[in-house]
């Protein structure tokens, strides 16, 4: 009796061990990247890095944010497997390199590369100091507080409100969807990387969110740059208002903490 409990005690054991095996083969088929489409023609691809949005329209691809070099590739691939029109346009939101660095693999593909003024300083600054020059695909089209452009039927706007995250921080909205990539100025709950190097200042951030909120419109959906575990990098004007509260009591505690003599 208690030999054939043992045995079919094993069997189930080794069963559960192969099919574990399986699933963890599964797991490990499955691509890292993720491409989720907001409508017919606006999607967003996600691997690693700063989220990146794309648009198609009959005039070709519009790409905003490439993160790395082999993301890119692999964002690039997808959508070339999915879509015959060509690439017209990469947009920059910031110059981190978590959204420059796939650049690159763009040079070959689009002849027009478009950031804030600040934010291409920034990228060449950085690119410098490290060395790094030959591995950049630099903006080639700036911008200062407004640019518009069509694309087939869709009419993309870009707009700064001032310096946040950074002081090249775009704000890249997609009329027609209705869609906004906000880049870096959200966080989506997660706490933000403040770059003090490039102009940061978190008490004009929240002024750009504020902006945001009442230049567009209630039901405006808007992808993030990046989330915390568990929460999506699109949303609605109520997380850009959840994370202007965040900043707001961040400085709070900050100040006060400095005030009474407390080390950073």
């Known amino acids: 009796m208690q030999r054939r409990i ?36 606006l999607g967003i691809f996600t691997e690693k890095g700063g989220t990146i949005a794309f648009h198609i329209s009959a005039d070709g691809i519009t790409v ?7 993301s890119a590739k692999h964002m690039v691939d997808e959508v070339k497997q999915r879509h015959k029109e060509p690439f017209r346009l990469l947009i920059n939101t910031h110059h981190h390199g978590d959204h420059t660095s796939g650049n690159i693999v763009f040079k070959n593909l689009v002849s027009r590369v478009l950031a804030h003024e600040n934010s291409l300083a920034n990228q060449k600054a950085v690119a410098e100091k490290n060395n790094s020059t ?25 707009h700064y409100f001032g310096a946040a995250h950074t002081n ?8 027609r969807s ?7 100025l959200v966080f989506n709950r997660r706490h933000p990387f403040i770059d003090k190097t490039a ?20 039901k405006t959906q808007y992808i993030f740059g990046h989330s ?3 929460y999506e990098v699109t949303g609605t004007s109520d997380d850009l208002n959840k994370f202007n509260d965040y900043l707001g009591k961040l400085l709070k505690v900050g100040e006060g903490r400095s005030k009474a003599g407390k080390t950073k």
């Open 134 to 158: 030959d591995k950049q695909y630099f903006p080639n089209q700036s911008f200062g507080t407004l640019w518009s452009e069509k694309a087939g039927k869709e009419k993309i706007t870009l």
């Open 178 to 184: 209705d869609v906004v990539h906000m880049g870096d």
């Open 199 to 218: 102009g940061a200042d978190i008490k004009n951030w929240r002024s750009v969110l504020e902006k945001a909120t009442k230049k567009f419109d209630k």
């Open 168 to 175: 090249g921080d775009a704000l890249i909205h997609f009329e």
């Open 228 to 230: 915390g575990e568990g």
């Open 64 to 70: 905003v944010d490439s993160q790395f070099a082999d």
């Open 6 to 41: 043992f045995i079919q005690r094993s069997a189930l054991t080794f069963g559960a061990i192969a099919l574990g095996k399986q699933n963890i083969m599964a797991a490990m088929a499955v691509e890292p990247w993720k491409i989720r489409m907001l409508n017919d023609n």
